[in-house]
């Protein structure tokens, strides 16, 4: 039946919604629907999906944490200073969250971003305090993470090892570089200081920088996922590599790509991450390890229904950072910011399984509708 | 209609386990912010006045704090011949400033003619016991560790005990028994830190300070101090406020978000104690500086060179720095002592309030508050003259 083909391979916002158009195939007599692959969805229902709380679940919870903590600290949450604060403090697990975005959309797992982070700030720190300038000492932490990139991806591309256990060795051979050329000192300047620490610092408007990278990282993000063939092959890849090989995407070479990518963003976050904190610690970058992979999670579980995507990594950060944010405002105990991390992260998988399921199962109960109802042995 | 769901019903399903998520958050906390243990402690939550602050007495300590130590902790000989080829090993606890100690431990060691070895650990009771297991294969005679708790290698002290191998430990919260010989940085002893950085806090606001005490409850070695704090801070300025927070291990890296989120709820605190500096405040200073909260000063215990940087820069107002290499020599003076058949002594670490006024040129890497130590030492082990 063309409509129930057309309702199980076309995005919702360019059909018919199942129930209706079941409803008018399921009409004794009537002919079924024809496709409307190429009539845009009414403006009514466009909202409807934008705003459906199975696609953006995350913001109406995070509505929800920002209602609740405006009425239990009313003095202190529902301010400008909060706002600020949870982007200037959560700018750094963005940009790693963003950075694993685009191989996780490719289901390759980059574990050893956070070493990556961690090396190139050690790097610049390291060529910075021995005197050299700014932008040679930047460059050359900035081409560790693109080398660790490409290191990476002939290890999971190349050698065809499975990218989870890959790249947690590289991390450590990464980690083990870091001690070996510092012994395990931080690497401290006053160079740090100058213009380098500006990277991470400078404050316009009572944000920092961190909080632009962020915004300019997403949307680039955003542009390559959501606007271009690169983008739709990635995904592609992601889902059923078998199948995207057969239909011509070289995989390869995109998730050997996508490796090379988180390498240099891993790379140019640790710069940042550097900046931000004065100087060349050894273990930095290595507590963002979980942060970002959970936001990068429940990120795939908003707007994209699965897919890993820029927009729900910003909404997962910004509504873990709310929450907990909020939590230290109220001067909660201290194991409520990890049981908020849990139940949320729990909780979002949830609605994402229900809303996969009642995706999943709607063709099945159209097919079951119309079976019931078509005349024996039609 | 047993095989369709309406959509409204998948929906309401959903947003019962969204508003699940705000229940749960909401009531946990509001549970545990009633009666919870990061809450603060007593104290005022006013700015306090400098009517009852005795500022010459806190300057006095101030004073003397800053003069950086002299002489180790270790004033007796020796006074017998310390026997050599002994073996020691270093049970590392596995960051990357317990490797350092590693190296301070096999100078001390090679002075005196013996050799070293460390085995690392990552911290776990399973690598520690194994760590000592290893060490008991290794033929060694004595250890020296950091931290160790009894009861975390129960199973191996009968071994160490009938094999007489020693124990040389450093902040510890066991009292010392068979086979541990000596504790140094006890809790006790780590008091006077606190003494330091009240004096400092009282004489630099003019007995106007109200203190935000920041503790680390994992590290039970620290458990004394913000009380410790508390205490000399009221002696010092009865007006004075304090409070505290505690920042579990899982939350080190959110620690200067927490610590601001605490500053913007309590606008009148304009003191930051950290309890373990180099734990605490990576960032901190930029964090500060974005929520517009650079008045308010920190000081603290413990830091590496990223925290004497922030002292230096004038970012943070003072460290009483933990003085590894004093620490690490007296460990070993431990076991020279017991080798040598002497009685040994439980000596305190050298402690040093630094501020920007009195950093070492060379704080890029971890600096001996005793300058020339390794000769001190060398001299109570009557080795001077090699």
């Known amino acids: ?23 008018n195939s399921a009409q004794p007599g009537a002919r079924p629907t024809e496709p409307t692959r190429n009539q845009p969805a009414p403006r009514r229902v466009r909202l409807r999906h934008a705003f459906a709380f199975n696609r953006i679940g995350a913001v109406y919870v995070l509505l929800g944490i920002v209602i609740v903590f405006s009425i239990w600290v009313p003095d202190t949450f529902p301010t400008f200073s909060t706002f600020k604060q949870v982007l200037n403090a959560n700018a750094i697990t963005a940009l790693a969250a963003l950075a694993i975005t685009i191989p996780l959309a490719a289901r390759v797992f980059d574990l050893s971003f956070a070493y ?25 932490g900035l081409a560790a993470g693109v080398v660790i990139g490409i290191v ?135 507590s963002y390890l979980l942060p970002a992979f959970a936001a990068a999670f429940l990120g795939a579980t908003q707007l994209k229904h699965g897919r890993f995507n820029a927009g729900g990594t910003l909404i997962a950060v910004l509504l873990l950072g709310t929450g907990t ?36 199962d709607a063709p099945g109960r159209v097919r079951l509708l119309l079976a019931r109802l078509r005349p024996s042995g039609g | 209609m047993l095989f369709l769901t309406p959509a409204r019903s998948r929906i309401r399903r959903a947003a019962g386990v969204a508003a699940g998520i705000l229940m749960v958050g909401a009531v946990a906390a509001g549970c545990g912010s009633s009666g919870g243990s990061s809450s603060g402690s007593s104290g005022g939550s006013s700015g306090g006045s400098s009517s009852g602050a005795n500022l010459t007495a806190a300057q006095q300590v101030v004073a003397q704090a800053m003069q950086r130590p002299a002489a180790i902790t270790v004033a007796q000989p020796v006074g017998k011949a310390i026997p050599s080829g002994k073996r020691v090993v270093f049970i590392s606890c596995g960051v990357s400033v317990c490797q350092q100690q590693g190296q301070i431990v096999a100078k001390a060691a090679s002075a005196l003619g013996w050799t070293a ?61 068979a086979p541990f010989i000596y504790n140094t940085s006890t809790a006790t002893q780590n008091t006077r830190i606190e003494k330091y950085l009240a004096a400092e806090v009282v004489a630099d606001s003019k007995g106007k300070a109200n203190t935000l005490y920041v503790n680390i409850p994992a590290f039970a070695i620290l458990k004394p101090l913000g009380p410790a704090y508390q205490q000399y801070q009221k002696q010092l300025c009865s007006s004075c406020g304090y409070a505290s927070i505690d920042v579990p291990l899982t939350q080190l890296a959110k620690a200067p978000n927490l610590i601001v989120s605490y500053l913007r709820s309590h606008p009148s605190v304009n003191y930051v104690n950290l309890s373990v500096a180099n734990e605490l405040d990576t960032g901190l200073p930029a964090a500060l500086a974005a929520a517009g909260l650079s008045k308010v000063k920190v000081v603290g215990q413990g830091g590496g060179p990223t925290d004497f940087q922030y002292v230096a820069n004038g970012q943070e107002l003072a460290l009483v720095p933990y003085d590894y290499y004093s620490v690490d020599y007296q460990m070993v003076d ?31 890497n971890l600096f001996p508050d005793v300058t020339n130590y390794e000769t001190q030492f060398m001299k109570v082990w009557g080795k001077a003259s090699a």
């Open chain 1, 1 to 23: 039946v063309p409509t129930l083909q057309t309702m199980e391979t076309t995005d919702a916002l360019t059909t018919v919604p199942a129930e209706s158009a079941a409803t």
């Open chain 2, 334 to 364: 431990a076991l020279a002592r017991h080798f040598a058949g002497v009685p040994v002594q439980q000596t305190p670490p050298p402690l040093w309030l630094v501020t920007k006024d009195n950093m070492p040129s060379d704080h890029a």
């Open chain 2, 117 to 177: 070895s460390t085995i690392s650990t990552d911290g776990t009771p399973t690598s520690v016991q194994a760590a000592y297991q290893s060490a008991i294969r290794q033929g060694a005679d004595g250890i020296v560790t950091t931290a160790a708790l009894r009861a975390e290698i129960a199973s191996q002290i009968p071994t160490l005990n009938a094999k007489k191998i020693v124990i040389s430990d450093a902040s510890s919260t066991d009292p010392v028994a």
């Open chain 1, 116 to 140: 990556t982070m961690t090396l190139t700030g050690v790097i610049a720190a390291h060529f910075l305090s021995v005197g050299m300038s700014l932008l040679p000492a930047v460059g050359l």
């Open chain 1, 152 to 286: 990476n991806a002939i290890v999971v591309v190349v050698m065809r090892i499975d990218s989870f256990i890959g790249t947690l060795a590289t991390g450590s051979l990464i980690q083990a570089l870091i001690t070996m050329a510092t012994s395990g000192n931080a690497i401290v300047s006053t160079r740090l200081q100058g213009g380098f620490a500006k990277i991470g610092q400078t404050n316009v408007g009572g944000f920092t920088l961190p909080v632009l990278y962020v915004l300019i990282v997403a949307v680039g993000i955003w542009f390559l996922l959501e606007h271009t063939a690169t983008g739709r092959r990635l995904y592609a890849t992601g889902f059923n590599p078998d199948a995207a090989k057969l239909a011509g995407v070289r995989v390869d070479r995109l998730r050997f790509m996508s490796l090379v990518v988180s390498g240099s963003l891993a790379g140019a976050t640790g710069l940042v991450l550097t900046a931000t904190i004065g100087s060349g610690d050894p273990t930095s970058g290595t």
């Open chain 1, 325 to 360: 944010t909020g939590l230290a405002l109220a001067s909660a105990p201290q194991w409520s910011s990890d049981m908020f991390v849990g139940v949320v992260l729990i909780a979002s998988l949830a609605v994402t399984g229900i809303q996969r399921r009642a995706t999943v």
